[in-house]
């Protein structure tokens, strides 16, 4: 079973910048398509970012051209640059890896997700 460590979070003022990672474990990294994740207080997780095994990358539309995507097979890494932040970013942001990229897309069918890393931009 895949072991997710989500960090970097903190807090960060409007137009401020974090960059998170997520170091995965028992799974073969390079074979599995990876997405980062957020969940609002109040609101439903929603999928914010994706990469395929192959680096091609998506964004959710709130999040184009602020954070990118980006991946190390290396060190087993999925990261989360993330500028401009507004205060709609607040939240705790997750990732998750799947060998289907449909499951990454949608962000439903995971056996576990890791604890999480907490984004709260605020003045």
């Known amino acids: 079973q895949v072991q997710l460590v989500e960090s970097g979070g903190g807090l960060v003022q409007p137009g401020g910048s974090l960059r998170l990672s997520c170091a995965v474990s028992?799974?073969?990294?390079?074979?599995?398509?990876m997405g980062w994740y957020r969940q609002a207080p109040g609101k439903q997780r929603e999928v914010v970012a994706a990469?395929?095994?192959?680096?091609?990358?998506n964004y959710a539309d709130s999040v184009k051209g602020r954070f990118t995507i980006s991946r190390d097979n290396a060190k087993n890494t999925v990261y989360l640059q993330m500028n401009s932040l507004k205060l709609e970013d607040t939240a705790v942001y997750y990732c998750?890896?799947?060998?289907?990229?449909?499951?990454?897309?949608?962000?439903?069918?995971?056996?576990?997700w890791g604890q999480g890393t907490p984004v709260t931009v605020s003045s």
């Open positions: 990469i395929t095994t192959d680096g091609s990358t």
């Open positions: 028992g799974s073969i990294f390079s074979l599995n398509h």
């Open positions: 998750n890896a799947d060998r289907s990229l449909l499951n990454i897309v949608a962000g439903t069918h995971f056996a576990s």
